[in-house]
């Protein structure tokens, strides 16, 4: 049993990494409401700015996978508390930026910094806790990529309106600076191993792999879209991510480490998980949009609605356990996973004219199922990985995760594309029922997603949900 001391420290541990992955989520989603305004500023098409937040989203999943090599060759705190400096001085130069390219030059150093906040501090949680506290302690860090979605809109979207979009990056700097301070004070500069080599073929393919599949989704819904080039980019990420595939399966020491993808639990919350995610993440990209070129809101109106989703997670949040509890992963996820994408496509039927207590009412359902999808799934990731394939994992989970948060943005500016090109409409009148096109879409990704559940077994994770044999 853990001392008091032990429990104090893991507990601090928990809770400085749960607020830099806060700080961490919230920019990849706190310009959302920003983007007609900053597309002005830039003088670009609303869409367009998607860019901005799938390089982001893009550089986390390139440079997520050397983190695991960094942490154990340089140490946890080390890595830890460099990677909060580069993130912050990043949000500064993203705020000074006055050109598309040069703000997306900046978030692609800036996603740097994250690559090694995202799975560094899970590690140093996984490392910290035992199995039978981890479900409490994946629920907290849970927390921030459930909550940054929700209320970063409604903050950039106070930011904007009343004060200037760039505040919503300098906002980083006190966050920074005190996360710094707490990581060189209470976490220790752990080393696995220290002499493990550097995969730089396993990190060369990947990350041609990630950023040609990605590019090429980015470039189907713009505009512009240049179809030569995207056939072009389309090819080289599937020849690379065979190549990847075949390489890391293969290397003594690879980049990204696979063989956590035997264990089931693991593998389905990979698979159909990540299709969910992809699903869950085109809403932020979405609402905002709806709301203000479709419906006419202001910035601060749109995020404002938004919290409705919030309300969900947060109501939810206090029966998860329970839930999981009486229920069990495979049934839980399964039905919560079909009622998540019945209220995905119930945002398709919100027109200007829907009251907004109807709107907010669809968004809360939406928040309670997002809320427990999510806990369930990351959960359930690490539920029966042993410790020695922990490190593996978490790089291998963190990089999908990011890769799904990016691609859930681009399917969300290719649906939207789509309900244009069904509607006849130009880059320039986009009307609501474009936006009702591309919440089906998305729904419909995410309802392919429950499949994969039922290839889970009635008690899987039952030790850490305590239900069934598992329950104690």
């Known amino acids: 049993m853990p001392s008091t001391a032990e429990s104090r420290s893991s507990s601090l541990i928990i809770t400085l990494v749960a607020a830099t992955f806060f700080m961490e989520n919230l920019d990849g989603t706190i310009i959302a409401t920003a983007l007609p305004q900053m597309a002005r500023s830039f003088g670009v098409h609303p869409a367009d700015m998607s860019l901005g937040i799938t390089s982001y989203l893009l550089t986390l999943a390139v440079f997520i996978p050397i983190s695991g090599w960094a942490a154990d060759r340089f140490g946890l705190r080390t890595v830890f508390g460099s990677a909060i400096a580069v993130f912050t001085a990043a949000s500064v130069l993203c705020g000074m930026t006055s050109t598309l390219p040069t703000f997306t030059a900046a978030r692609v150093l800036q996603g740097i910094g994250g690559a090694m906040m995202v799975p560094v501090g899970r590690l140093a949680v996984l490392r910290a806790t035992p199995k039978d506290d981890l479900m409490r302690a994946i629920a907290i860090i849970t927390w921030p990529g459930l909550v940054a979605p929700v209320i970063g809109p409604p903050l950039g979207g106070f930011i904007t309106t009343y004060s200037s979009w ?24 752990v080393r696995e191993d220290a002499k493990r080599r550097f995969d730089v073929t396993g990190f060369l393919l990947c990350g041609l792999a990630c950023t040609t599949l990605l590019y090429a989704m980015e470039l189907i819904g713009r505009s512009d879209a240049n179809w030569p080039h995207i056939v072009v980019f389309f090819l080289v990420g599937v020849a690379a991510s065979v190549a990847s595939w075949w390489h890391l399966k293969r290397a003594a020491q690879p980049v990204v480490d696979l063989s956590a993808l035997k264990v089931k639990t693991f593998a389905v919350a990979m698979g159909g998980g990540s299709l969910f995610r992809i699903a869950i993440s085109a809403a932020p990209f979405l609402l905002p949009l709806m709301f203000q070129v479709g419906f006419g809101m202001n910035a601060f109106e749109s995020g404002l609605l938004t919290l409705a989703v919030f309300a969900g997670n947060l109501s939810m949040k206090v029966v998860t356990t329970q839930v999981m509890r009486r229920f069990g992963f495979r049934p839980v996820l399964i039905v919560n996973g079909l009622l998540a994408a019945v209220s995905l496509a119930a945002m398709s039927l919100l027109t200007p004219s829907t009251p907004k207590f109807v709107i907010a009412l669809v968004l809360f ?48 500016a290719i649906a939207l594309r789509i309900g244009e090109w069904m509607h006849r409409h130009d880059a320039h009148s986009i009307g609501p029922e474009d936006f009702g096109v591309a919440f089906l879409i998305v729904a419909l990704v995410g309802l392919v997603g429950v499949v994969d559940l039922f290839g889970l077994s009635k008690d899987a994770g039952a030790l850490v949900s305590g239900h069934g044999k598992g329950k104690v």
């Open 365 to 412: 359902a939406s928040g309670l199922s997002r809320s427990l999808q999510f806990t369930a799934l990351n959960t359930l990731s690490f539920a029966d990985v042993p410790k020695s394939q922990m490190s593996g994992a978490s790089a291998l989970s963190s990089t999908l995760f990011q890769m799904t948060m990016g691609i859930g943005v681009a399917v969300g």
């Open 166 to 189: 760039r505040w919503i990056f300098y906002l980083n700097v006190p966050l920074g600076i005190i996360g710094l301070l707490l990581t060189l004070r209470f976490v220790d500069n």
